[in-house]
């Protein structure tokens, strides 16, 4: 079975919860051919508050001056290569990588006012067989790249539905901190057709990063997913997997 993990910033935020998580992905990467994803939203807010720098959002997508995707990149690169350690230290042969390498995720500029925000355009998963087919566990850091070598900054949600598309994944797994997609009473929804979502949408019970995701999760199920799930990492620990 292949599966798409994609883990949320705030997940990697503290040894306390990237631990544990590491020891529940290397266990799954034993049991199917696993990719995961990871943002670092959170990490990259503070990193550009440290420096005197506010972060701007529009409609959810961090506008990418030259300096900010200056910053993304280097704390995209930390976060990524600190879970790759996390996941070694589990017993995973774990890779880091970005969109760029082997060019695996291109974009374009999505819009001239987000500066260097990427829409994906084209996702080759070579190098992702290559490295499952020799099991090696990939780990891609959100960010995507150009043939000119340029560097475009996109959300985690998208980059991991587009690779989950092109990896023929059967389960796009978003793990969050949140327990699930919650509805105006803030009680948990178990499941959700697509059009149930679009009506949360509608109404306004669904905003901000959880917005973003169920966009991502309309776009993996249209490419062939067949199951997309939105969870707490450790709402059911060891059942990660669950059909
Ligand atoms: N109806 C809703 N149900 C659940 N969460 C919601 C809802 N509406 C908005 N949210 C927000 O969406 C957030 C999850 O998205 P967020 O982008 O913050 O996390 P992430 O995608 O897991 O991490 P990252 O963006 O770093 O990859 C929740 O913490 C919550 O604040
Ligand atoms: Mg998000």
Known sequence: VRVLVKVGGALLDAPATQEPLAGQIAALARQAELVVVHGGGRQLTRHLS???VQSRFVQGLRVTTPEVLDAV???LTGINQHFVAALNRAGA?????SGMDGRLVEAQ???AALGSVGRVTHVDPA???SLLGAGFLPVIACLAGDRAGRFYNVNADQLAAACAVAFQAEQLIFLTDVEGVLDAQGARLPQLTLAQSEAL???GTIHGGMLAKLRAAREALRGGVRQV????AFAAPGTLLAA
């Open 93 to 97: 042969r774990a890779v880091g990588l």
């Open 109 to 111: 500029p999505l819009d």
């Open 229 to 232: 799930r939105i969870t707490a």
């Open 201 to 203: 949408i509608t109404a």
């Open 50 to 52: 440290e420096r005197g």
């Open 127 to 129: 190098l992702l067989h």
């Open 73 to 75: 990149l280097h704390v």
